[in-house]
């Protein structure tokens, strides 16, 4: 049982790149979630899929498409990188929607990436 | 705006004694809480959460106090050991309505240090 597991863990772009970040859960869980964690700002949600088939905006999605592949798999996508995307993306996902006891969200171990 | 506030950016104690991290947000509509632990090159993992119809929640050494009035949160740790030294989250939600779909707003987090 690996839980979130994410691709790659680190990358280096130029601007102007373009890459999609993978992203895959065996918790059976429906809904996922990318966020993006910079230094002094905590973790900021891009998208979000509350289940199979649904996908919408966060907080910060401009320069970002996702696409939920499956159950499993929820991938984001830069189709031109810039360099305010430098961040450590996450993944997380929940076995519902909505939050509350039971139903925390877990985490991937991040992807690194870089935007020269 | 920063709707959840963590102003302190570190935070330093000696083993065994309390640890106290603290939290303030100002969105009203926020009705449940959380706190995450997150070590370094790893996803942040969920700790401890509160519900808005209680003030306070205990699990093992971890205890989070919910103060509604100053729209104030805080994580107890007691007594704290070298293994808690990592950064914490805390995060917040609207359950009520049904519509935030879990989604969270994180604070910038707190970095404790517990020393031996």
């Known amino acids: 049982n690996a839980g979130v597991t994410q691709t790659p863990k680190f990358q280096v772009l130029k601007t102007g790149q373009s890459m999609t970040l993978q992203c895959a859960q065996d918790m059976n869980h429906n809904s996922m979630y990318w966020y993006r964690q910079d230094p002094g700002m905590g973790l900021r949600l891009i998208y979000y899929?509350?289940?199979?088939?649904?996908?919408d905006k966060g907080e910060v999605p401009n320069g970002y498409n996702v696409s939920r592949l499956n159950k499993r798999e929820f991938s984001l996508r830069l189709e031109s990188a810039a360099p305010s995307q430098t961040s450590v993306y996450f993944c997380?996902?929940?076995?519902?929607?909505?939050?509350?006891?039971?139903?925390?969200?877990?985490f991937g171990p991040g992807t690194r990436l870089t935007v020269l | 705006d920063q709707q959840v506030k963590q102003n302190s950016p570190s935070l330093s104690v000696q083993e065994g004694r309390i640890s106290i991290l603290n939290c303030d947000y100002t969105n009203s509509m926020f009705d449940y809480f959380l706190w995450y632990k997150k070590y370094p090159a790893e996803g942040p993992t969920f700790l401890i959460s509160?519900?808005?119809?209680?003030d306070k929640n205990e699990d093992g050494r971890f205890t989070v106090f919910l103060n509604k009035s100053a729209k104030h949160l805080s994580l107890h740790i007691v007594p704290s050991q070298p293994g808690d030294s990592a950064v914490y989250f805390c995060?917040?939600?609207?359950?009520?309505?049904?519509?935030?779909?879990?989604?969270?707003?994180f604070g910038q987090g707190t970095i404790l240090t517990v020393h031996p």
């Open positions: 899929s509350a289940s199979e088939g649904t996908t």
């Open positions: 995060a917040a939600t609207v359950n009520a309505g049904g519509t935030s779909y879990g989604k969270l707003t």
């Open positions: 509160i519900s808005s119809i209680k």
């Open positions: 997380a996902s929940s076995e519902e929607w909505w939050a509350g006891d039971g139903n925390e969200q877990f």
